[in-house]
């Protein structure tokens, strides 16, 4: 078993670069798929990132995954930030030595 | 489209049951990966089961022994039988079609509360 630790909130300005971390305690991070989600106040989540790296149709190449073996994370980039960006994004990977699946705690960001 | 549209949730008290339902529409249900996630208020996102295109069913330890995952072909639903319902079992429960890696689809969830 393996857990997932995101930073609580982060905050940057409209127009900046931000990019929120998803460290795995234990095994490698590319062992398995990290997908990110995205949920705005009130509303379901939505997938922004799946697969490390891929991007869902409708979702805007602001938004980049990727993962970093050397720190054993993985990482969601949003350029360009919008007002609209501002939600809760949670990591998540599957752990195939019992076919389950792990959420990060999430990170808040604020785009002011 | 592809659409998932959840039912069932409302006010138990513990110990009682309820069957949730997540109609789709758009795809095959039986064809799919469909997962059940829930989020208890003001929390995080908790992966609860899912059910592969070829019938194996996995849970997550806090529901395991209580909760069942099925699904009806001719009706293309997706359901999560809830028996022994806790406290803590209350939340929005989201139902999604996935990979066996993670959500592809979410519904837009219905809350399940579990109070006396």
């Known amino acids: 078993n393996f857990m997932l630790t995101q930073p609580h909130s982060v905050s940057e300005s409209p127009g900046k670069t931000v990019t929120i971390s998803c460290t795995r305690s234990?095994?490698?991070?590319?062992?398995?798929?990290v997908q990110w989600y995205q949920q705005r106040p009130g509303s379901s989540p939505t997938t922004v990132i799946y697969?490390?790296?891929?991007?869902p149709s409708g979702v805007p190449d602001r938004f980049s995954g990727s993962i970093d073996s050397s720190s054993n994370s993985a990482s969601l980039t949003i350029s360009g930030l919008k007002t609209e960006d501002e939600a809760d994004y949670y990591c998540?990977?599957?752990?195939?030595?019992?076919?389950?699946?792990?959420f990060g705690g999430g990170t808040k960001l604020t785009v002011l | 489209e592809v659409q998932l549209v959840e039912s069932g949730g409302g006010l138990i008290q513990p110990g009682g049951s309820l069957r949730l339902s997540c109609a789709a529409s758009?795809?095959?249900?039986?064809?799919?990966?469909m997962s059940w996630v829930r989020q208890a208020p003001g929390k995080g996102l908790e992966w609860v089961s899912v059910?592969?295109?070829?019938?194996?069913?996995y849970y997550a330890d806090s529901v395991k022994g209580r909760f069942t995952i099925s699904r009806d072909n001719s009706k293309n639903t997706l359901y999560l039988q809830m028996n022994s319902l806790r406290a803590e079992d209350t939340a929005v429960y989201y139902c999604?079609?996935?990979?066996?890696?993670?959500?592809?689809?979410w519904g837009q969830g219905t809350l399940v509360t579990v109070s006396s």
């Open positions: 999604a079609r996935v990979t066996i890696f993670g959500v592809l689809v």
């Open positions: 758009g795809f095959t249900v039986s064809s799919n990966y």
């Open positions: 059910i592969y295109s070829g019938g194996s069913t």
């Open positions: 234990s095994g490698s991070i590319a062992s398995n798929y």
């Open positions: 697969e490390d790296n891929q991007r």
């Open positions: 998540q990977s599957y752990d195939s030595s019992n076919r389950k699946w792990v």
